[in-house]
Antibody
Framework: QVRLQESGPGLVKPSETLSLTCTVS????????WSWIRQAPGKGLELIGY???????KYNPSLEKRITISVDTAKGQFSLRLSSVTAADSAVYYC???????????WGRGTMVTVSS | EIVLTQSPDTLSLSPGERATLSCRAS???????LAWYQQKPGQAPRLLIY???SRATDIPDRFSGSGSGTDFTLTISRLEPEDFALYYC?????????FGGGTKVEIK
């Protein structure tokens, strides 16, 4: 079974770029789409976007001007970059597998990112 | 985008009781690409149901999903202590894939 682990800074300054990596274990990366989802404190879930192993991406229109998702299959990792962050971007960021037929079926534990000076 | 509205916001029930959670979509969810997730405090969501009615791996059969089109239901037949949590529905038929606002199932 695939396991996912998020990593990256827990604190980012306003206007800077948030960068996170998700490391994939125990499976080949060509079986799923690889996604990022976030959850602001006390709030619901928001899809950020996802990427296929080929590099094809799909971004949430509300964020797409600021996000880049990339994949490195050789390293078994995919990454998120979110630019020009504000306090509203403070959230727990989850990486997850996405299947067009089985939804978001495997999740990482999540990593809290706070945007503050 | 498809907006999902979950009701009620909070469901207060006792262990052993039946829980019925509703998810209504602003437009039809084709192919019944509707999923349900459970989230406990401090944990990641866990997939319970996909394709409206298919249980995910290792999910007990007290959890069942039903519905089609714009109206979907998650039923927990007999609540166990570990079932008191937040539940989200999510559609993955139409981009962007969207989540409902959640229903909290709490102990009465």
């Amino acid at each position: 079974q695939v396991r996912l682990q998020e990593s990256g800074p827990g604190l980012v300054k306003p206007s800077e770029t948030l960068s996170l990596t998700c490391t994939v274990s125990d499976d080949s990366m060509d079986n799923y789409y690889w996604s990022w989802i976030r959850q602001a404190p006390g709030k619901g879930l928001e899809l950020i976007g996802y990427i296929y192993y080929s590099g094809r991406t799909k971004y949430n229109p509300s964020l797409e001007k600021r996000i880049t998702i990339s994949v490195d299959t050789a390293k078994g990792q995919f990454s998120l970059r979110l630019s020009s962050v504000t306090a509203a971007d403070s959230a727990v960021y989850y990486c997850a597998t996405f299947s067009p037929t089985r939804a978001f079926n495997i999740w990482g534990r999540g990593t809290m990112v706070t945007v503050s000076s | 985008e498809i907006v999902l509205t979950q009701s009620p916001d909070t469901l207060s029930l006792s262990p052993g009781e039946r829980a019925t959670l509703s998810c209504r979509a602003s437009q039809s969810v084709s192919s019944n690409y509707l999923a349900w997730y459970q989230q406990k405090p401090g944990q990641a969501p866990r997939l319970l149901i996909y394709a409206a009615s298919s249980r995910a791996t290792d999910i007990p059969d007290r959890f069942s999903g039903s519905g089609s089109g714009t109206d979907f239901t998650l039923t927990i037949s007999r609540l166990e202590p570990e079932d008191f949590a937040l539940y989200y529905c999510q559609q993955y038929n139409s981009s962007p894939e969207t989540f409902g606002g959640g229903t909290k199932v709490e102990i009465k």
